[in-house]
């Protein structure tokens, strides 16, 4: 296999500084993350750097050996229930803390197998796979190019015309109603 960014997840012959998104290789992914690298679901994936983080858990960039391209993989780790053990890979549950986690555990993989249903609506990223493994799970989705809504409204000047604003919106107005209609 070619080398990877663990930036983009993409081929950079090894560059030091990626020429594609300017991610430097000697970048270490800080504790509680997964570490650069990790292999995860018998190294199907390969797991880059982290690029949001919330209380529920984190956000990476990733490789897909069975697709061959970037991928999102979202990892329950809930902050101040969950750490990381010595190996850095499985999830460690604080004691007195194991039927919360649980419940929470079992309130993400519900979600996450909700929004995968929805699969038609071409609002919401398509879920490739959901899988646990570490003590915890992890949801794969499709790796997209974009920038948060803020840094759009930033570029613009700080607003956009509804010319603008309204052919970004219909498309989420439209699939809402068509989910909404489907739960019914």
């Known amino acids: ?13 090894g560059e030091q500084i990626c020429p594609l998104c300017g991610f430097d290789k000697s970048y270490e992914q800080s504790v509680p993350y997964l570490p650069l690298g990790t292999k995860l679901q018998d190294e199907n994936y390969i797991i880059g750097k982290k690029i949001a983080s919330n209380a529920e858990g984190a956000k990476y960039i990733a490789y ?8 999102i993989i979202s990892e329950f780790m809930p902050a101040g229930i969950g ?5 850095r890979n499985t999830v460690i549950v604080k004691s007195d803390y194991e039927k919360q986690y649980t419940q929470l ?12 249903r929805l699969r038609d609506l071409k609002t919401i990223t398509p879920i490739f796979d959901i899988f ?11 790796a997209y190019e974009s920038i948060p809504f803020t ?16 052919p970004l919106f219909m498309p989420l107005v439209s699939d809402s109603t068509t989910a909404r209609c489907m739960n019914d």
């Not at 555990?105 to 995968?116: G, Q, T, V, W």
């Open 105 to 116: 555990h079992e309130d993400f993989l519900k979600y996450y197998r909700n929004i995968a």
């Open 83 to 87: 750490g990381r053990s010595k190996s």
């Open 1 to 13: 296999m070619a080398q990877l960014c663990f930036g983009c997840m993409k081929e950079n012959n």
């Open 64 to 71: 897909s050996n069975t697709m061959h391209s970037p991928v």
């Open 151 to 166: 840094e759009y409204l930033q570029r613009r000047g700080g607003s956009v015309e509804w010319s603008v604003a309204r």
């Open 132 to 142: 646990s493994e570490n003590n915890t799970s992890y949801v794969v989705e499709e």
